[in-house]
């Protein structure tokens, strides 16, 4: 057995609406290791966002138990909402630096990210995916041992979201960080993971873990090609349905 970065044990969450009790999360158990990459997804509305609050600690679950060791932050699908406005590039990943009450490497930081030369640049002269390397940057910059990624792609076009896909596998193959990472795409969770955790419509429950043993470097041609890709795929599409 391994010492677990995160272990999610039994939880169950509810939100009450008016005098409605809704049902959101039943009975999830999973653990992580240190640097895993694993890729959560469920059907539209089954409780993703939630299970990543839950974890994060801005929801109080209704039971279970959740044990992080280390420090852990969240990026969010709508960069546009998550970074400062009124901040420039560098001042948003300076921000990561400040909450971790230490200086970092901005110029080394800056290159992993790609975003030289853009440093002064406010968000809203950015495209999409730079803004949401900026969340990226600012996220890493905070130095945590667990990532939550809640969509963070989906509001990307096909095109970018694919090089963002490769940009995030190659910073997450330098830095040891452990990545949980919400999608409803099936293709994505598969190519990013070591491991895709499936849940089941409201209430949902961990319907299937399943192991993605592709090789890694991963590229979109090649690996999106292989048998093992194509059998994964139909597995986790499955069990979606
Ligand atoms: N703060 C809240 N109060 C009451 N109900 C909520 C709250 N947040 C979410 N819900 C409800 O809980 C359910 C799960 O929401 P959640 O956002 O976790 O789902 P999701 O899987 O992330 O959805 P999506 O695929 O749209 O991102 C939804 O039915 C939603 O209406
Ligand atoms: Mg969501």
Redesign the pocket.
């Known amino acids: 057995m391994y010492n677990p970065i995160l272990s999610v044990s039994n939880l169950s969450v509810s939100?009450?609406?008016e005098n409605k009790k809704?049902h959101?999360l039943k009975n999830i158990n999973f653990q992580s290791k240190e640097g895993e990459f694993i890729s959560i997804i469920?059907?539209?509305?089954?409780?993703?966002?939630?299970?990543l609050?839950s974890i994060a600690k801005l929801?109080d679950p209704c039971f279970g138990q959740i044990n992080t060791n280390g420090k852990l932050t969240l990026v969010f699908?709508d960069y546009s909402k998550s970074l400062f406005q009124w901040k420039t590039v560098r001042q948003n990943i300076e921000f990561g630096f400040e909450r971790n009450g230490k200086t970092g490497n901005f110029q080394k930081l800056i290159n992993l990210v790609g975003l030289k030369g853009f440093e002064n640049y406010h968000p809203y002269q950015l495209s999409g995916g730079m803004q949401q390397r900026v969340a990226i940057a600012r996220a890493i910059a905070y130095d945590p041992q667990i990532i939550l990624m809640?969509?963070p792609f989906g509001s990307l076009d096909s095109q970018t979201r694919l090089r963002l896909e490769d940009e995030l596998l190659r910073i997450w193959g330098r830095l040891n960080k452990t990545i949980l990472f919400?999608t409803?795409d099936v293709e994505e969770a598969i190519y990013l993971a070591d491991r895709v955790i499936v849940?089941s419509s409201?209430p949902?429950k961990i319907v299937s873990d399943v192991r993605i043993n592709l090789a890694r470097p991963r590229n979109q041609i090649g690996t999106k090609k292989s048998k093992e890709y194509i059998r994964l795929w139909d597995k986790i599409y499955k069990f979606l349905q």
Do not use: F, M, R, W
């Open positions: 939100y009450q609406n809704l959101v469920g059907p539209s509305s089954c409780g993703k966002t939630t299970l609050k929801i699908q809640d969509e919400v409803h849940l409201k949902a």
